[in-house]
């Protein structure tokens, strides 16, 4: 039994009308929850309380063959399965073209021989059997997958095929052998249609799946990012073993060059690491002891050792993978609709055609019967809905593939599509908009030096719980200032501490502090009337009743940020900060990197009923944040994203993830989800157009006004480019690149 996603390779599946026959199959098996089918990439992923055995029966059932994928051998297997088919494929549209060729020409310059004379008939019944060994070589894979859905009452493209070139074939066969039996002007063989059908149809799948290849590259080059052997130290020595032999707390050795395995924590020596991958960030940072790596990242100089904290699927890129592939499965509302009308486009498409033919039998020109035949056998081919059904997850695909190349991961397709649509982003201030590790950024001096104040300062927050102190003892760390010993400790809610120093008073607190203990600041007053309204927060420091010098302890704003919120302009969405600081502070944060809208002192259940007011005054609303206490509104809001530094529940909460600490991820996924969408627009309206305007041609619309029919040949080609086209287009995506 499994409650967690189960994915699956399907084979068999040759257009959108297959995806619905796959879902239902699967859906239809007790104790499944959800299931999703890509045709893009041929897999399926379902989930619930359920014997995998009883899935993989019920594919089988719906006519396709299925099989469980479970990690990165499998996924290796199933590429080269896909290359094995891929060059199966070519062989079978060469031969195919090999005989199609010479026939089209040789019919084309009138050199073939009628069929109504003994040598004629005897060319003719060698062509029809020797068209009839290539069809079975070169387009059995057609015959057979119409007969499998037929016999679960299902039709797809397969069917479409079959039924055009095998009633072409027996048409053909019929009036070589009996030639009396139909008027002189339908004494024609289609052999060549029924080949060359099958060569550009062959071609344009070989095509298609080649592009379709590029466009999984992103998910492709995350699983190549792991290493397959680590190097272990086990009894005092060094072995390589296979990654999925690393157990947990085992120390690992990483060497200058190398791929990190797993992820974990440097217990010795230092290196800098390429983490491009898992941020975008091209420049290497520094790891030390103490740091955590991340499985997948590059060790460019330095050996370390490392130990292990997650292993197997636990690990980041094992995660990222798993999230990738899991949103590429997704579909937005547009792909779901799709699909809807895929299910029942290949039954309309027969009732079309049988209808065609019925119209052109009773009703065209002598020779009727050629007539019906050609226009029935036109129709069935040119309306394939391959591009149909490839039209939006090859698209979803290729974008939130791309997105994972820039650092951002994309949960679901919904969220990409919603994504464009954001008329307002709203924004967290500490950790989000700022780094949110407050730092001391200025010592100002009444009458002893920074160092003297630092140092005095760090000895009285050594025994502080205040969230402001870790900044004064890490200001001393830095600066390599040792702290000055305290007697009779004492913290003073709301104000700050105080203790004694060589016999003397010491304070250390805020402005209310010192007032209270009488400690004179009229010659600062104007100074500290002026911080109140900046982002700095004053530390005062007194000594004997005398005021001795002030740290600034300020919370730094993020390098990208003020780029970010200037690129979100450009894309004219309104800018609004949350924050639960005070309302001077939070302005002038907000002044400071252009910020449009500033809401400050706000509680986290307020911050949600903010997101839930814009909404109702009709925007569509992104947050962005890091915290536990932005998870309400990033939940509620149309598109959350989080800040891949914060905390996991924010990270779970969220639609997007932006790995690493930057928001400058949030103006590339609107970008990019505006240029997804407009993508499976163009995609969706080529398919329709070409369908909408292609099945009337081949039916005969045009022939009354203009005496043109389309030939099966060309409508073949124009079936499979129609796909190759649509892959095409989403693979300019690969292309892409933020304006901001």
């Not at 009883?54 to 590429?79: F, P």
């Not at 980041?316 to 590429?328: K, N, T």
Request: aromatic letters at 6%; one cysteine or more.
């Amino acid at each position: 039994m499994t409650e967690q996603a189960t994915r699956l390779s399907v084979t068999g599946m040759s257009c959108a009308g297959c995806v619905s026959a796959v879902e239902d199959a699967i859906t239809a098996v007790p104790g499944i929850d959800k299931a999703v089918v890509n045709f893009a990439e041929h897999t399926a992923t379902y989930t619930g309380q359920v014997e995998e055995d009883d899935v993989l029966n019920a594919i089988k059932s719906a006519g396709y063959g299925a099989a469980v994928m479970r990690g990165v051998a499998d996924e290796e297997e199933k590429e080269q399965a896909e290359m094995v088919f891929y060059h199966d494929l070519l062989r079978k549209t060469f031969v195919a073209g090999l005989v199609a060729l010479p026939l089209f020409l040789a019919g084309m310059f009138g050199w073939l021989p009628p069929i109504t004379t003994p040598v004629g008939q005897i060319f003719w019944l060698i062509t029809g059997a020797v068209t009839l060994a290539v069809m079975a070589y070169s387009g059995g894979h057609f015959y057979s997958g119409a007969l499998n859905t037929l016999r679960f009452h299902n039709a797809n493209m397969d069917t479409l095929i079959a039924l055009g070139t095998g009633s072409a074939w027996l048409f053909s066969t019929a009036v070589v052998l009996f030639p009396d039996v139909v008027p002189s002007l339908a004494q024609h063989a289609y052999y060549e249609a029924a080949l060359v059908i099958i060569t550009l149809v062959n071609l344009g799948n070989a095509l298609e799946m080649r592009a379709r290849g590029k466009t999984s590259q992103a998910i492709k080059r995350l699983i190549g990012m792991q290493p397959r052997t680590a190097r272990v130290m086990r009894d005092g020595k060094e072995m390589d073993v296979d990654i999925a032999d690393v157990g947990l707390d085992e120390t690992v050795r990483v060497r200058p060059g190398e791929k990190i395995p797993v992820d974990g924590e440097i217990i010795e020596g230092s290196s800098n690491i390429d983490e491009s991958m898992l941020t975008g960030e091209p420049l290497p940072v520094l790891r030390k002891a103490g740091d955590t790596v991340i499985g997948g990242t590059l060790n460019k100089s330095g050996s370390f050792l490392f130990k292990a904290s997650h292993i197997g699927s636990e690990t980041v890129l094992a995660r990222i993978i798993e999230l990738v592939r899991d949103a590429q499965n997704t579909k937005p509302a547009i792909g779901r609709l799709v699909d809807r009308i895929a299910s029942v486009f290949v039954p309309a498409v027969l009732i079309i055609a049988i209808l065609t033919f019925l119209i052109w039998f009773n009703f065209g020109p002598v020779p009727n019967a050629a007539y019906a035949l050609v226009t029935m056998m036109t129709v069935l081919i040119i309306a394939c809905p391959c591009a149909l059904g490839l039209a939006t997850p090859i698209s979803i695909m290729a974008g939130i593939g791309k997105a994972a190349e820039h650092g951002i991961l994309i949960r679901n397709g919904e969220a990409l599509q919603l994504a464009g649509k954001i008329t307002i982003v709203v924004l967290d201030k500490t950790g989000t908009i700022t780094e949110g590790r407050p730092e001391v950024s200025h010592i100002l001096s009444a009458n002893e030096s920074e160092e003297e104040i630092l140092a005095l300062a760090a000895g009285l927050e050594k025994s502080s719980e205040h969230p402001l102190a870790e900044a004064v003892i890490e200001a001393a760390k830095t600066r390599n200032i040792e702290t000055l010993p305290v007697e009779q400790f004492e913290a003073i809610a709301g104000q700050g501490v105080k203790a004694l120093f060589g016999g003397e008073s010491v304070l250390l607190g805020n402005e209310r502090l010192m007032k209270e203990n009488d400690v004179n600041l009229d010659k600062f007053n104007e100074l500290l009337a002026n911080l109140k309204n900046s982002a700095a927060t004053p530390v005062l420091l007194a000594k004997a009743g005398v005021f001795t010098g002030m740290l600034l302890i300020e919370d730094r704003i993020k390098m990208d940020s003020v780029a970010t919120i200037e690129a979100l302009h450009k894309l004219n969405i309104r800018t609004v900060m949350l924050s639960g600081d005070r309302q001077a502070s939070a302005e002038a944060v907000a002044a400071s990197v252009g910020i449009d809208e500033v809401v400050a002192e706000v509680l986290p259940d307020e911050k949600e009923q903010v997101i839930r007011q814009l909404q109702d005054a009709g925007e569509k609303v992104a947050m962005v944040g890091d915290g536990l206490n932005d998870a309400p509104s990033l939940a509620r809001a149309d598109v959350g994203f989080a800040i891949g530094s914060g905390t996991d529940v924010a990270i779970e909460s969220a639609d997007i993830t932006l790995m690493g600490g930057s928001i400058r991820g949030v103006p590339t996924a609107i970008e990019l989800s505006r240029a997804t969408v407009k993508n499976i627009w163009q995609n969706l309206f080529g398919a329709f157009v070409y369908n909408s305007v292609g099945i009337p041609i081949a039916a005969g619309i045009l022939y009354p006004v203009s005496g043109l029919l389309l030939n099966p040949m060309v409508a073949s080609a124009a079936m499979a480019m129609s796909s190759v086209t649509v892959v095409t287009n989403a693979n300019r995506l690969r292309l892409w690149k933020p304006r901001s």
